[in-house]
């Protein structure tokens, strides 16, 4: 059973050489009275952003020696619940490993609907996509003709906020790390104006160019410079959709945010979340994604790394933008 295993806590920049891959053992059998538990096949593995932070030690961290954990699709080879039996395919909570003994107490969601690719259940129709409903449309509460920005905006939530907000009837502008990705934004997901914001020596102009009246909607991936800059170019009663600062996960001193007070002078509201606490709206956002992904109205942009040693280097990437579109880590095809 081959697994990715964090060597030992990490501070900075994660490098690929903080986990490496071991032979590690897994009994092919449930345990007695193990109604909880599942035997997992694991298929592929989803890379996300907040797994650095679970490599700093903590109360909540990864456990250097073990496999990583995170989100992934697998088969269920044999199950000790009553909901699931073999042959299942589900998406949740698992490890970074060919095969896992999984707690059906963790998130879990049974795959009802095999006529899309299996692994847009680790990001368009899994917790990345939840997180771009969610964060967009429940926390946001968008109206026609209003003004939004999206950071990291061709990641693997960035890039459904743009089409949520086109869906929406809004004018959305995103910004990403390359010359590619702003083509893609642009020419392919249907992004009204798109910029490359390493190539910006001065972020303010960049988005009064965009929007000369102003930003209604700011859908935060990225924090620091960038939040900062959003913060003057917000509109009265605008809103800030706090989903991630992935600029700020590698720092050990936080970059000051000066712009705060905005908030306040433009009634801003600028609320975080954390997508999980809203997962009963799962089938609500099934019935309203699904659709549009058959009939083509939405579309979604992976990037796939083959087997599970080629792991740490799709995961480290995510913190240089290697990734173009959803970073998915492929175990198994079957
Ligand atoms: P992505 O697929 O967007 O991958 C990360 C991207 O972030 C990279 O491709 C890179 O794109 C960009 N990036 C990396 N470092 C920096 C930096 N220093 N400054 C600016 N951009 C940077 O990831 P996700 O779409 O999965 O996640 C996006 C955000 O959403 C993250 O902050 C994540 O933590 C958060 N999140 C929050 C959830 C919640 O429940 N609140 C749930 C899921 C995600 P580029 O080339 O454009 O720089």
Partial sequence: NKQVVLKDY???FPKESDMHIIEGTV???????SSEVLLFKNLYLSCDPYMRILMTEGASSYTPGSPLTGYGVGRVLE????????????????????????????TLFKIQHTDVPLSYYTGILGMPGMTAYVGFFELCSPKKGEKVFVSAASGAVGQLVG???????????GSAGSKEKVDLLKNKL?????????????????????FPEGIDIYFENVGGKTLDAVLL???????????GMISQYNLTQPEGVTNLANMIFKRIRMQGFIVSDSYN???????????????????????????????????VGLYSGRNFGKQVLVVSRE
């Avoid at 299942?88 to 963790?106: A, F, M, P, R």
Wanted: glycine share 8%.
């Fill in 281 to 315: 709206l799962y089938p609500k956002f099934l019935e309203f994604l699904l659709p549009h992904i058959r009939e083509g109205k939405v579309m979604y942009v992976e990037d796939i790394a083959e087997g599970l040693e080629n792991g740490p280097a799709a995961l």
């Fill in 27 to 33: 009994t092919l059998k449930l345990p007695e009275a």
């Fill in 233 to 243: 170019n917000m509109r009265l009663h605008g809103r800030i959709s706090v989903c």
């Fill in 190 to 210: 249907g992004f009204d104006e798109a910029f490359n914001y390493k190539e910006e020596s001065d972020l303010n102009a960049a988005l009064k160019r965009c």
């Fill in 10 to 12: 990490v501070s900075g």
């Fill in 79 to 106: 199950s000790g619940h009553l909901d699931y039996k073999k042959g299942d395919l589900v998406w949740g909570i698992t490890k970074w490993e060919e095969y896992s003994l999984v707690s059906s107490d963790q």
């Fill in 163 to 173: 089409q949520f907000a086109k869906l929406a009837g809004c004018y959305v502008v």
